[in-house]
C-alpha cells in the first residue's frame, strides 16, 4: 500500500523537531541559559560552581566566559541553540 503523504515519502518532512539541551539568549554583558532537558540539569548540579548566578532557571554567565562554557557542553555531548 502507498502512502498519500507526499512529504512522508520524499522523506523532505522534518519529523521532529531537534533536541537541544540549553536555550542561550545573549543579553549583553550577561548571556543565559536556559536548561531543557534532563542531561543539562545534570550538567549544573554536576559541573557548574556551587557560588553560580541564576536568573529563574538560567544559568547567569559573563559573556568573556560563555566561549567555554560551550566547550565544556560540546565535551559532555550537551548542545546549545542561541534564541
Known amino acids: 500500500m502507498r502512502s498519500s503523504n507526499t512529504f ?3 522523506g523532505s518532512s522534518p519529523t521532529e523537531k531537534p533536541v537541544f539541551d540549553f536555550v542561550v539568549r545573549d543579553e549583553g554583558t550577561i548571556w543565559l541559559f536556559n536548561p531543557q532537558t534532563p542531561a543539562a540539569f545534570e ?3 554536576e559541573c557548574i560552581q556551587n557560588d553560580a548566578q541564576y ?3 538560567s544559568l547567569a554567565v559573563e559573556h568573556r566566559y560563555v566561549y567555554d ?3 565544556g557542553l ?8 542561541r534564541e
Open 43 to 45: 550538567f549544573l548540579s
Open 74 to 81: 560540546r565535551e559532555h555531548g550537551l548542545r546549545a541553540v
Open 8 to 10: 512522508h515519502t520524499s
Open 55 to 57: 536568573f529563574g532557571p
Open 69 to 71: 562554557l560551550l566547550i
